[in-house]
């Protein structure tokens, strides 16, 4: 397993993160604890959640997904082995803290303690904004339109009460989500005009049907050292090829899940047909051509796998011993050249 540093602190992640947000609805309990000690074995030391989860979001799963990691952690008794992130809500979920959630003291204050007492640790080692506060295109969202008084609560309030938190140790770093190069740049200057904690990482969508991160954030995460933790870097699973031909296999997420239709359109099956005939091509998986891809890129800290059964997770965990060709790569880019982007 490969290690990266995590934005420039002392910390090292693995290029694999373990994510959890299928588990306390796709996944149970013993499924979760058995997924963390097959990645933990296999040399992964970074794990990903979220106080929302599990996804999809419902009130009855609110903070289920921490739980099982909490319960994890202390029948493991190996909290100083793993490099723990989670998130606070953003807004426009009506079950969260008696609903729509935003970014100022009341509402971190309360997330970060009930994250903490359900992780059953002192401390969060990368505490992220999941989503903004403001008005702005994200999750899949184009065609930025203003809107005048949606601003949310300022980014140097949130930094502010993130600052406090690191102070009484509750923190280490802390990192965005869903971010736009302009809100990672509000993030840096707010930093540095008033001396507040400096973002780590970003953790966006990032894949072989998603590389709008390349635009402007790439750039930002190389000369601001703010790597990406990509996440869906499977499409939901659709660049594993399962559901080409109109396939919904049982228990897969968008079987189960069918308005989760953002890497499904026309131009995003055609771009993943492409990609799982190189794959097969080359006799490489085309689940673990898609991750080896997204390991590749230098501006990437560590790629985020979910997976419900440990077949799939054993096979997504072995994308980080494989090292794409220069023939493999220029291949892909002339697939991408041909669908640039189809599911942003």
């Not at 100083?80 to 992130?85: E, F, G, P, T, W």
């Amino acid at each position: 397993m490969e290690y990266r540093p995590l934005g420039q602190t002392d910390i090292k992640v693995s290029v694999i993160c373990l994510g959890t947000m299928t588990w306390g609805g796709q996944n149970t309990e013993a499924e979760a604890h058995t997924q963390l000690d097959c990645a933990l074995n296999a040399g992964v030391n970074f794990i990903d959640t979220a106080e929302m989860y599990a996804i999809p979001p419902k009130a009855e799963t609110f903070g289920l997904t921490e739980r099982y990691i909490g319960h994890w952690l202390a029948q493991r008794g190996i909290r100083d082995k793993v490099i723990l992130a989670t998130k606070v809500t953003g807004p426009g979920l009506t079950h969260i803290r008696n609903g729509n959630p935003h970014h100022d003291r009341a509402h971190i204050e309360a997330a970060i303690h009930g994250s903490l007492e359900r992780l059953q640790t002192d401390y969060i080692d990368l505490y992220q904004v999941h989503w903004p506060d403001r008005n702005t295109n994200f999750f899949g969202k184009l065609g930025y339109r203003h809107q005048q008084g949606h601003d949310g609560t300022p980014i140097e309030e949130t930094l502010g009460v993130l600052a406090g938190l690191i102070k009484a140790g509750k923190i280490r770093y802390v990192g965005i989500s869903n971010e736009t190069p302009w809100g990672a740049m509000q993030y840096l200057e707010a930093a540095s005009r008033l001396s507040l904690p400096r973002i780590v990482s970003i953790q966006n969508p990032y894949s072989l049907l998603n590389r709008t991160f390349e635009v402007g954030l790439a750039e930002t995460a190389h000369r601001e050292h703010t790597g990406l933790l990509a996440y869906s870097p499977l499409g939901f699973g659709v660049l594993s090829g399962k559901y080409l031909n109109d396939a919904r296999p049982a228990g897969a997420r968008l079987s189960l899940y069918p308005d989760y239709v953002r890497y499904l359109t026309s131009a995003g099956i055609q771009a993943t047909e492409a990609y799982v005939g190189l794959a097969h091509r080359y006799n490489i998986k085309p689940a673990q051509l898609a991750l080896a891809y997204v390991n590749s890129r230098p501006f990437v800290t560590s790629s985020i796998i979910g997976a419900t059964n440990l077949t799939q997770l054993q096979e997504n965990l072995s994308s980080a011993e494989i090292t794409l060709s220069e023939e493999i790569l220029n291949e892909i880019e002339s697939i991408h050249q041909q669908h640039p982007n189809p599911c942003p």
